[in-house]
């Protein structure tokens, strides 16, 4: 089945407690984007890549690292997570970075920090 | 202004009636036009996508393009309250893959 796989699905933490949130999908697709969904202001772009090695800022990238090692995992990397990083984080992927490609959403991790 | 700007509702719609949602962007370069449909705590789910000028009609569902006024929007007919949920309008705009608006609340009262 094809798939964007997310994990954890729900984390509660604490300020300053660095924590990995794992994306990876199975449909061999270049683009890869994380997001975060707050209410009120719809999904926010954070990091893209359009491929292995190629990784670029999204609209809101601060307190945020990712890492495209591999085609199928692109990993969002919280250093210093900060109460204002809580929010539900989706990650998505499409088969190539052009305009017209729809995207494949996860289910989402819901990340509260303490 | 917002690059991607939709009513965040809710709007309210008898069963088995058309239900309107609009979205308007600012990006006159932008192609590709997308409507997600996203029920609480789920993830965005992709119901049409449109790239040119008209409409384009897949079961119940018609969406409607017209790059002069810069506005995309969504028919539902015969809503059902399976339709409940919030529609995202994404616009490409090939700065980067998809901008999303905030979304409209959609209830279909039975």
């Known amino acids: 089945e094809a798939q964007v796989t997310q994990n954890p699905r729900y984390l509660i933490t604490v300020t300053g407690k660095k924590l990995t949130v794992t994306c990876s999908q199975n449909m061999n697709h270049e683009y890869m984007s994380w997001y975060r969904q707050d209410p009120g202001l719809g999904l926010r772009q954070i990091y893209y890549?359009?491929?292995?090695?190629?990784?670029d800022k999204g609209d809101v990238p601060e307190g945020y690292k990712v890492s495209r090692k591999e085609k199928r995992n692109f990993p969002l990397i919280l250093e210093s997570p900060s109460p204002n990083q809580t929010s539900l984080y989706f990650c998505?992927?499409?088969?190539?970075?052009?305009?017209?490609?729809?995207?494949?959403f996860g289910d989402g991790t819901r990340l509260s920090i303490l | 202004q917002k690059e991607v700007e939709q009513n965040s509702g809710p709007l309210s719609v008898p069963e088995g009636a058309i239900a309107s949602l609009n979205c308007t962007y600012s990006?006159?370069?932008?192609?590709?036009f997308f409507w997600y449909r996203q029920y609480s705590g789920k993830s965005p789910e992709l119901i049409m996508f449109i790239y040119s000028n008209g409409d384009k009609e897949d079961g119940r569902f018609t969406a409607q393009l017209n790059k002069a006024s810069q506005y995309v929007s969504l028919l539902i007919r015969d809503s059902q309250p399976s339709d409940s949920a919030t529609y995202l309008c994404?616009?490409?705009?090939?700065?980067?893959?998809?901008?999303f608006g905030s979304g409209t609340r959609l209830q279909v009262q039975p």
């Open positions: 998505a992927s499409s088969l190539e970075f052009q305009q017209g490609q729809p995207q494949h």
């Open positions: 994404a616009v490409s705009t090939g700065r980067r893959a998809l901008t």
């Open positions: 990006d006159r370069g932008s192609q590709s």
């Open positions: 890549s359009m491929n292995v090695e190629v990784t």
